[in-house]
C-alpha cells in the first residue's frame, strides 16, 4: 500500500469528505440544534469530559486540532479556557462558530492543517484533538505540530483509532471478506473520510516519543458496540436487523481492548529534548 501522505489528493478528499457531512450531524434534530448533538454526544461517549477535564482548563492556553461542528470547543470555551481551535473543513467550522455564538461566545475558529499549524512553538498548555489525526493523511506529523506549539510542560490529549477494534472487525466482515483486503485496509477504505488509519499501542507510542508520562486507555466507541444511530449508508432493512440482533453484552465482554478509541495523554518535558519520532515506514507501520 502507498504512503498515504504521498497520495497527493487525499488531504483533498478528507477535507471534501468532512465539507459534504460535518461529523455528528446525523444527531442534529434541526439545522442549528446544537444541544441534541451534544447531549447525544456525551451519552454516547461519557468517558469525553473526564479525559479532556474541560473544568481544570480555566485560564488555560488550550488549542483544538480539528473542531468539527465544535461541541468540545464550546465546552473548553465555558469552561474559562482561552481556546483557540483548527478544522480543516469550512463547513464544519460554520458549524462551530454558530454554535459558539448562540452560546454567547466569540470563538478563536481558524481554517487549517494539523500538519502545519499556524501557531507558533510553545504556544499552548494544553493540545486536544479527539478523533481528528488519523484522518490526516500524516498523522506522525501532526503528532510533531502538536508536541511543537506545546508549551514545556504542556500536556496533549489525543484520540486516534485502535487497531484491531470491533468496528474494524465489521467493516473486515462486510468489504474486506469479500474483496480480499486486510483488516486495517477495510478501515482505510471504509470508515469514515478515505484513508481512515488505525493504530497498534507500540505505534502510538512511536509516534509520542518526544513526549514523557505518556498513559494510554482503549475504550468501545459507540460504532463498536452499535449504540450509534446508523448513518445513510446503513438504512437498509438488512442493516436495521443487524442494529436490532448485535449481541452487545457479549461483545462488550471482549473488553476495551477490542475498542477503537485509543485515548492518549503526554506531556512535552519541561526540559524538551528534540523530537526523537521514529519515521513510519508505511501509511500506518511504525517502527518501534
Ligand atoms: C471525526 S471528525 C471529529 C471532529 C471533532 N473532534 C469531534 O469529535 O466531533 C474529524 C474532523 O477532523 C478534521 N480534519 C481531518 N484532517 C484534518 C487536518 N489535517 N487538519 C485539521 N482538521 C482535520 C475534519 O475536517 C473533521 O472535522
Keep these: 500500500m502507498a504512503n498515504a501522505h504521498s497520495i497527493p489528493d487525499l488531504k483533498n ?46 485560564g488555560l492556553r488550550v488549542l483544538e486540532v480539528g473542531v468539527g461542528m465544535g461541541a468540545d470547543y464550546l465546552e473548553w470555551l465555558k469552561a474559562g479556557a482561552l481556546a483557540s481551535g483548527v478544522d480543516l473543513s469550512a463547513a464544519s467550522l460554520e458549524r462551530a462558530r454558530r454554535r459558539c455564538e448562540l452560546a454567547g461566545f466569540r470563538p478563536d475558529l481558524r481554517l487549517a492543517d494539523a500538519e502545519r499549524l499556524p501557531f507558533g512553538n510553545n504556544t499552548f498548555d494544553v ?12 498523522t506522525p506529523q501532526c503528532f510533531r505540530e502538536a508536541w511543537r506549539v506545546l508549551k514545556p510542560g504542556g500536556e496533549a490529549r489525543i484520540m486516534v483509532y485502535h487497531h484491531p477494534s470491533l468496528t474494524g472487525a465489521m467493516l473486515w466482515l462486510r468489504y474486506g471478506l469479500s474483496q480480499g483486503k486486510s483488516l486495517r485496509r477495510a478501515v482505510y477504505d471504509h470508515l469514515e473520510s478515505p484513508g481512515t488509519k488505525t493504530y497498534t499501542l507500540a505505534e502510538v507510542r512511536s509516534m509520542m516519543a518526544g ?28 442493516y436495521r436487523l443487524v442494529w436490532r440482533l448485535y449481541p452487545r453484552r457479549l461483545a462488550g465482554m471482549l473488553g476495551g481492548g477490542w475498542g477503537l478509541f485509543l485515548l492518549i495523554s503526554g506531556r512535552k518535558p519541561a526540559v524538551p529534548a528534540p523530537y526523537a519520532l521514529t519515521e513510519c515506514s508505511s501509511h500506518q507501520r511504525c517502527k518501534t
Design 13 to 58: 478528499q478528507v477535507r471534501d469528505f468532512w465539507d459534504a457531512d460535518p461529523c455528528g450531524t446525523r444527531y442534529l434534530e434541526g439545522p442549528e440544534d446544537f444541544q441534541a448533538h451534544a447531549r447525544a454526544r456525551y451519552a454516547l461517549e461519557p468517558h469525553i469530559p473526564e479525559f479532556a477535564r474541560f473544568s481544570s482548563a480555566r
Design 211 to 238: 513526549f514523557e508520562n505518556i498513559a494510554l486507555r482503549q475504550v468501545f466507541s459507540p460504532g463498536d458496540l452499535l449504540l450509534n444511530r446508523p448513518s445513510a449508508r446503513f438504512q437498509s432493512p438488512a
Design 127 to 138: 493540545v486536544y484533538s479527539y478523533g481528528v489525526m488519523h484522518h490526516s493523511p500524516d
